[in-house]
């Protein structure tokens, strides 16, 4: 079955810190890979989404990912976080043979100013 | 104007009781989700419609009842509640189901949650 795991339960930054979260998924396929975020009491946005072409994938308020086909992972990536990027972050996969999104656990990020 | 929109927003309740969720999506997309998200912020997939038609039946209590009356309208009702259910329920719409197509068909459109407390 296909499964997606977050390394990183929880992530402690100051701001400025640059910020890299980890995402795996066990799927031999072709995939469709998303980050959403879920700010504090709101619902899930996305950030950003990779189905094909460029491997490293720009998404919304400065985070990018890379896909690595070889080692089935979309990790997240911010150069230099804010304070108000503090929120959920989920990685998800979808296989193109057609089933639902499939979430991570998730990855608590706090940023302290 | 609210693109995917739940309501209740939050809905206390007893055990024993039955409530429902309603969910309605402007965005003329042919698929919708409920997805539940657990106290540890884990979230799983419950239930898919496409067009109306049941695609996604993940192992859910029977309790736990879809209707989709209209494409645009996907509701959740929970018979004789318990205090597992308590959970916050999120509605998610997308343009279709679009195995195969790697296209904005895949990208979820999500609800602002429905936070139900059984007590």
């Known amino acids: 079955a296909q499964s997606v795991s977050q390394h990183n339960h929880h992530v402690i930054l100051s701001e400025a810190a640059s910020l890299e979260l980890g995402c795996n998924y066990s799927y031999g396929g072709t995939v469709n890979l998303f980050w959403y975020v879920q700010y504090p009491g709101q619902h899930l946005q996305l950030l950003l989404k990779y189905f094909s072409g460029d491997p490293l994938v720009k998404g919304i308020k400065g985070f990018e990912a890379e896909f690595i086909k070889s080692k089935f992972s979309f990790n997240l990536r911010k150069p230099s976080v804010q304070w108000s990027d503090t929120a959920e972050y989920f990685c998800?996969?979808?296989?193109?043979?057609?089933?639902?999104?499939?979430f991570g656990k998730g990855t608590t990020l706090s940023v302290s100013s | 104007d609210t693109a995917v929109s739940q309501t209740p927003k939050y809905l206390v309740t007893q055990m024993g009781n039955d409530k429902s969720i309603k969910c309605e999506q402007n965005l003329g997309h042919d698929t919708m989700y409920w997805y539940k998200q657990d106290s540890k912020k884990f979230l799983k997939i419950m239930f898919s419609?496409?067009?109306?038609?049941l695609i996604i039946n993940e192992t859910v209590p029977n309790r736990f009842s879809p209707k989709s009356p209209d494409k645009a309208h996907l509701n959740l009702h929970i018979n004789s509640l318990e205090l597992g259910d308590s959970a916050v329920y999120f509605c998610a719409s997308s343009q279709d189901w679009g195995p195969g197509q790697g296209t904005g068909a895949n990208v979820l459109t999500f609800g602002a949650g429905s936070r139900l407390t059984v007590l």
């Open positions: 998800a996969v979808r296989n193109q043979a057609g089933t639902a999104l499939i």
């Open positions: 419609y496409n067009n109306k038609e």
